[in-house]
């Protein structure tokens, strides 16, 4: 088979070859592979997933689609030491050890003699790489098992071949192929020079292994294989490339989105001890898609130094088109918009009219403000440009699109970027940008020299593509015996579509698809609307996107109609989700459903009130709670996930909150590894009340107004629920498999608000909830 | 000439003496398990233990640890075996792993100095220390157990 590893690529990357494992691969028995996959390379043609399988998603419809080659993703070495390459990025979902895991799984190789190799970023030769919208294990599950199938027949052809006997008759087991007649056994690395000479099998002709017999997958045993690095320092992230030669950068960049420098004077930075050089940084006119916002930037023999000059720089700016940019009179602006019909984007039956009829209508508006992703790792970026070669080191979540962006940036052709990923200390949705990447091969450019960029969090907080911000409205007509027969919801918010594009005013279908108009309740008439709102700042992907607003403000109105009419909670959740059916979509023009057709992934109210039938039991929902407490429930389905969580909430006589427990239902359909689904739920928990006690990024004249964590704080350890149960839902024989990075999110924040309503009558419909209980 | 000591050995710098002790472990000694996340105590990435406490490499410089012996993840066992690394691993604490060392730093250091620490002196003594990822419950749960002796 292939191995990645080309000694000349592991240049700067000697601390990431420990996490990659690559260096317990014996030099000589790496050089064998390499022998083994000469010709082999060259050969092997891309194929694509075949339609046979039992279930369609959108893999192949994302840029480059899958690759299934074993001869892409697999090497073996003489000494038996299995490679599997990670194609996608490891921001802390474990996916640098799931997809290798499933891999392993179907060849029947023993995990400890297995070692990760992480590509490089080249969607030609892996298929698509974007690690975004939970869809690694929902695109790579069966993939990734034809993979390991596929060479799986190779050893097991080798080996028949070599002791004459039907191939039928031979098994993988454990690393090695048996032939159980004979009592004969052959490990895999004496096998792996024959097996690279077999033919690949054709996809359609492989069978996959029987789940029962699964001795890695769905079990959770397996811990990352990061895990020794991480907790010995060793595990290298964007920050930690160092390059013989290399220069420490910092850039000063406009405070308002689409800013231009006016003028700057270095006189004072140049004087600081370390500074070398002060040079201007290109930036692009907005919207500027990924590309860098320009600046100045402070050049110098380490980072201290450099930001000490960037300190002393003197610098002008032209603040542009959006030096208004208010949050106050913005959020004015959205309220009014949400009071005014919108775009129609969902309509069944006749909202106007029920609404008229009905016995009373509920009102609930609710606002949501900007969210900076905050991951504990600053984007930070190596580059070395020399010519019209260039290669990158970078904490990126899309390594092909970035390699897209860089050769753009550079105009050098794309063959000649060199993309390595290093670890992600989260990604959470920024680091799908590569703006910072890019500034680095800008400036190593300029320097002839290689440059890392490093963002300081000021510069995090300041320049980050933000989570949108938004008003929710939404309005409920009841008849007469309390049944919800109208639903207006009107959600106005600046699309990420804007960063893209200049005047756009609507949300983008992916936008739209997020818990607006494949909202699954059973009710007659129903209107969705999208007023139009334009963005004043670059607006981009956070963890779980629009599904926050949007969660908050449906889940919020359940709650607000189960108080109305009386009702527990939970009750009214299943009555609105109503019937177990596939929810008819057919009014909307595109519905997306997260890029995945429709027949693998419906929206199905079976799945949605299983959830919450699950966390109601399993959670003790309507259980006593001492005084100040309450419970809150909230569902919601995202990245063709379902999820439902309960919250326990304290509130004290000073309306300071605390959280003893929260119960979170998953069904995710068919599973890798549980115990990093656990964490993820663990970790949106956390997430989840970081931002509804304190999240929220503000604009005044155009600028941000927070900086660091002192005025974006995020939950601390002190705050963090005592307890989070997480509960998954066994899959079905079939159950396709959905996102878990993302989904957990959403619903928590309207759980917890609904809790707190339970625990104190007090409804809150703006987040953050910063001092609203205070008394 | 600055001399200073970490992980026991001897490091030289010429240089700003005001320069944090984080960029000159990271930049200059090549020591980047120690980790840049605020630049101003208030994430706790940047953890290093000085003689025996949890001290912020952000915030303190290099002249302040003159004459003190610094210990940072490198060195806080040969093998990677300390107990807290040893809990850190059997409960898969990690998620992205970035705020870990910070972590691992301050636990080490709140065991040297109380061995059995309560849930509320575990809260207080890592509130410092933030993890975005959410993997609170796990460090709170493997600083009790590396407690009780892996
Ligand atoms: S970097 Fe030192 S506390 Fe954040
Ligand atoms: S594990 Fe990612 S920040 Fe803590």
Redesign the interface.
Known sequence: MNILANPRKLRGFE?FVRPIKVEKVSRRSMLKALGIAGGFVLAAPVMSRPAFAAYQTGADKMPHGTVVDPRVFVAIAPDGIVTIVAHRA?????VRTSLPLIVAEEMDADWSRVRVQQAHGDEVKYGNQDTDGSRSTRHYLLPMRQIGASARTMLEQAAAKRWGVPVTEVKAVNHEVLHDASGRRIGFGDLAADAGKEQVPAIDSLKLKDPKNFRYLGKGEI??V???D????????G??V?LPGMK?AVIARPPVTGGKLGSFDSADAMK???VEKVMEVKGWPWPSKFQPLGGVAVIA?????A??GRDALKVTWDDGANGKYDSVAYRAMLEDAARKPGLVVRKEGDVDAALKSADRVIVGEYYLPHLAH?????PAAVADVKGDRAEIWAPVQSPGGTREDVAKTLGIPEDNVTINMT??????GRKSKCDFALEAALLSKELNAPVKV?W??EDDVRHDFLHTVSVERIEAGLDKNGKVIAWRHRSVAPSIASTFAAGTVHQAPFELGMGLIDMPFEIANIQCENPEAAAHTRIGWFRSVSNIPRAFAVQSMVGELAHVTNRDQKEMLLELIGSPRIVDLSSVKDPWNYGEPYSSYPIDTARLRRVVELVADKGGWGRSVPKGHGLGIAVHRSFVSYIATIVEVAVDEKGKLTVPQVDTAIDCGTYVNP?RIQ??I??????GL?LAKYGEITFKDGKVQQK???DFP?????E??L??NVHIVPPGPDTPPSGVGEPGVPPFAPALINAIFAATGKRIRALPIGKQLET | MIKLKINGQEHSWD??PN??L???L???A?L?????????A??G?CTVIVDKEAARACITSVSDVVGREVT???G?HAT?DHPV?KA??QL?V????????GQ?MQAAALLMENPKPSHDQ???A???????????????NAIHLASMGV
């Open positions: 601390q490891e921001m802390g979902t474990g811990g990352i990061d895990l020794h991480i907790t010995t320092g060793k595990a290298g992230y920050a930690d160092r420490y600081v001890s370390g023999r380490n980072t201290g130094a930001i000490k905050v991951s504990m790792e600053p670890l992600l200390g989260g990604g959470f490093q300081t969090r115990e964490s993820q663990e970790g949106a928990a956390i997430m970081s660091n964590l002192d995020l939950l601390r350890i002190d963090a629920p307890v989070t | 240089g700003d320069l944090s984080l960029w000159f990271r930049d200059e090549g980047t398990g120690t980790k840049y996340g605020c630049g101003v208030l994430c990435a940072t993840i490198e806080l990677g690394q850190w691993r898969n990690p998620q992205c792993g970035f705020c870990q060392v691992i575990i809260r207080e890592m509130s410092g220390n933030l993890c975005r990822c959410g993997c609170y419950q796990r460090i709170e």
